[in-house]
């Protein structure tokens, strides 16, 4: 079964980059009917949608971090990334990557959830 | 931005119990983009609905979602020991593309 592993520094200065990995295994990020997703979750707080992308390389990210945000994909080493810019302690969260299942029919977008889920990984941001 | 809100914020009920979760939206949503999430402590959260009535593969059916528009509803049928925790519903569609609610916290009274 496809199993995700978020990985990257647990401790990221202030106005520094936050990189996060997830690597896919048991299945191939090159899947059509995926797209790959990072969420976050603040200590005690809700979930919160960062972005996701496609194999192809399309992204789509949640405005309120669009202009700090990019989410790249490897397709030889089965990889996604997450990348965090001008990071602030508001970013502090156990961050997530998640699989996230859209089948794409001419127009249509058939959606069937986010159902894989990595463990996730703790970020401070602290100096 | 379509706004998720959940209710009640905390729901305390006994096992063997039925429970019943909302969550309204703030403009219509296709129910075919409606999801639920459970999360434990220090566990990611599991998908349990997607469809707003369609359980995941693995999921028990004394969970069940319906609804339409902007109510939907998550019912747990007879809560187990294992069914206390944090309930998340989310939707797929408009910008932002994904959106969850603030949570529902399933405890043991």
């Known amino acids: 079964q496809v199993q995700l592993q978020e990985s990257g520094p647990g401790l990221v200065k202030p106005s520094e980059t936050l990189s996060l990995t997830c690597t896919v295994s048991g299945g191939s990020v090159s899947s059509g009917s995926y797209y790959w997703s990072w969420i976050r979750q603040p200590p005690g707080k809700g979930l919160e949608w960062i972005g996701y992308i496609y194999y192809s390389g399309s992204t789509n990210y949640n405005p309120s971090l669009k202009s700090r945000v990019t989410i790249s994909v490897d397709t030889s080493k089965n990889q996604f990334s997450l990348k965090l810019s001008s990071v602030t302690a508001a970013d502090t969260a156990v961050y997530y990557c998640?699989?996230?299942?859209?089948?794409?029919?001419?127009?249509?977008?058939?959606?069937?959830?986010?159902?894989?889920w990595g463990q996730g990984t703790t970020v401070t941001v602290s100096s | 931005e379509i706004v998720l809100t959940q209710s009640p914020g905390t729901l305390s009920l006994s096992p063997g119990e039925r429970a019943t979760l909302s969550c309204r939206a703030s403009?219509?949503?296709?129910?075919?983009?409606l999801a639920w999430y459970q999360q434990k402590p220090g566990q990611a959260p599991r998908l349990l609905i997607y469809?707003?009535?369609s359980r995941a593969t693995g999921i028990p059916d004394r969970f069940s979602g319906s609804g339409s528009g902007t109510d939907f509803t998550l019912t747990i049928s007879r809560l187990e020991p294992e069914d206390f925790a944090v309930y998340y519903c989310?939707?797929?569609?408009?910008?932002?593309?994904?959106?969850f609610g603030q949570g529902t916290r399933l405890e043991i009274k």
């Open positions: 403009q219509s949503v296709s129910s075919s983009y």
């Open positions: 989310q939707q797929y569609g408009s910008s932002p593309r994904i959106t």
């Open positions: 998640a699989r996230l299942h859209v089948v794409v029919a001419a127009t249509t977008y058939y959606y069937y959830g986010m159902d894989v």
């Open positions: 469809g707003a009535s």
